[in-house]
């Protein structure tokens, strides 16, 4: 009930196309939607997050959209740039008894933007 | 930068090896957790800390032992590792409470267990 699907494994996108990153969860506990970016050598950077009571949320040529009756949530980067080539997670926290936030990671997606 | 550094940044090391990894925040947060990154695997919580205290251990091995002397810096102990353990491995920190959920990463110490 704990886990974030996350799908394709892998993407190539030509430049200047949209990239679509798409997961999905179980556990309705789940409050918070964040997107990282990890590019190699660096660790997982915040890139945009969203929360359940909104459907959309659009950071320059990022946007969450976010479907909660299906459960669903999507990266879209428009006009996708080699800059652009990193590892996606997406996750889902949670508020514990312990009074800290659960983050539960997808198992990245792989995006290869080709000049 | 994100604030959370790691050393070291490369580690390789024989099954019968002791070392230690470290990482520090300078972000004034109260909490630290160690992942482990796999290649094609979701990252793996290992340990929580809160104010210095051990709250989870997500049923790790203890030839991995963690040590956070105040609230930033955080060590993970390593001995006689398998190579199964060669991974990234992933120090993060937050500010729990308050409405803060943002966790912050460091770039990771890479481990190869030879």
């Known amino acids: 009930q704990q886990q974030v699907k996350q799908s394709p494994q892998s993407l190539i996108v030509q430049k200047g196309g949209i990239s679509i990153i798409n997961c999905a969860y179980e556990?309705?506990?789940?409050?918070?939607f964040p997107w990282y970016q990890q590019f190699p050598g660096k660790g997982p950077a915040l890139l945009i997050a969203?929360?359940?009571?909104?459907s959309e949320k659009k950071e320059g040529r990022f946007t969450i959209s976010f479907n909660k009756s299906a459960k669903q949530f999507s990266l879209h980067i428009m006009d996708s740039q080699p800059g652009d080539s990193a590892t996606y997670f997406c996750?889902?926290?949670?508020?514990?008894?312990?009074?800290?936030?659960?983050?539960?990671f997808g198992s990245g997606t792989r995006l290869q933007v080709q000049p | 930068e994100t604030g959370v550094t790691q050393t070291p940044r490369h580690l390789v090391m024989g099954m019968t090896n002791k070392k230690s990894l470290k990482c520090e925040q300078h972000?004034?947060?109260?909490?630290m957790y160690w992942y482990k990154q796999s290649a094609k695997k979701p990252l793996e919580l290992m340990f929580v800390?809160?104010?210095?205290?051990?709250?989870e251990n997500n049923s790790v091995p203890s030839r991995f032992s963690p040590e956070c002397p105040n609230s930033s810096h955080l060590f993970l102990h390593l001995h006689t590792l398998q190579p199964e353990d060669s991974a990234l491995y992933l120090c993060?920190?937050?500010?729990?409470?308050?409405?803060?959920?943002?966790?912050?990463f460091g770039p990771g110490t890479r481990l190869t267990v030879t």
């Open positions: 993060a920190s937050s500010q729990d409470r308050g409405g803060a959920y943002e966790q912050y």
């Open positions: 556990n309705t506990a789940f409050d918070y």
């Open positions: 969203i929360r359940p009571d909104v």
């Open positions: 996750a889902a926290s949670t508020p514990m008894d312990t009074g800290r936030r659960a983050l539960t």
């Open positions: 972000l004034g947060h109260n909490a």
């Open positions: 800390y809160n104010f210095k205290e051990q709250t």
